[in-house]
C-alpha cells in the first residue's frame, strides 16, 4: 500500500491563482492544445486510469474531505501533484458533478497519418466537432477492433472531458493519428455513411478499409470516388445520430470480417 503521508498536498482557494486557471482551462479544447494536459473525471474512471496508466498522470486534484487512499494504492510508485481545492473551485471543473478526485492527465503525442500507406483493418476517419459524438464514437471503435481513429481537423480533441467521460476509458485503449482536412483526403479505398448510399445490410467490406464520418453539420465533401453507405430506415425519420450510425457501420465491418 503507498503511503499517503509522504505525499506533499497543496491548498488551492483563489480563483486567481496561475495552476487554478489552467486546470480551467482543460474544460476547453484550446486550453487542452495549450497546456498539453487533460482533466479526466468520474471515480472508476480515475482509479483505472491511476492502476494502468500512472505515468501519464500529473496531478490529482480533490476537495476538503475526498479520501485519496483508494487512488494511492493503485498509484505504485508514482507521485503526482496532489492538490485540494476550495469547494467553489472544485465544483467548477466538476462539471459532471461526479464528487470524486479528478486527474490532470498529459495528453500523448500524436502522430501524422500517412495517408500514403495502405490500410490495415478498418481506419476511421473521423471530423466529428461534437465532444461527447467523439467521445462514443472512440468507445465503439475500441469495441469492434478499429485498428487507428485519424482525427481530421475538422475533429475536436478526444481528450476534451465531454469526449472523455463519452468514451469511458477507451480513448486510452485506441491508436489516433493527426489527419488533414475531410476536403483533403484521398477517396482510395474509402467508404462514408449517405442515406443515398448503397444498402448496408447487405454490404461485404474489404477487410482493409476506410470508414469516414464527416462533420454533424456540413456532412460529406464531394470527393470522386467515395464510395457511399446507407442505412435502411422507417420512412418519415430523418436521419440517426453520426455516432449510432458509426456504430452500426462498425458492427457490419465486424461481421464481415469476426475477431
Known sequence: MSDPVSRREIRITSPAN???????????????????????SGRKTVEEMAGRRADRIVSLV????????????????????????GSPLFDALDVFATRAPLIVGQVPGIPDWGQQEAPQGLEVLCALGEPSNLGAMIRSAAAFGVSKIVLLREATTPYHPKALRAAAGATFAVRFNKGPSIKEIPPQDLFALDMRGESLASFEWPKNTRLLLGEEGPGLPDLEGLRRLGIEMRPGVDSLNATVAASLALFSYRRSHPF
Do not use: C, N, Q, W
Request: cysteine-free; glycine content about 6%; hydrophobic content about 45%.
Open 18 to 40: 496561475e495552476v487554478f486557471k489552467e486546470f480551467r482551462s482543460l474544460l476547453d479544447p484550446k486550453g487542452i492544445r495549450k497546456a498539453k494536459r487533460f482533466l479526466l
Open 62 to 85: 480533490a476537495t476538503d474531505g475526498m479520501d485519496l487512499a483508494p487512488i494511492y494504492d493503485v498509484l505504485g510508485d508514482a507521485k503526482p501533484s496532489v492538490f485540494r481545492l
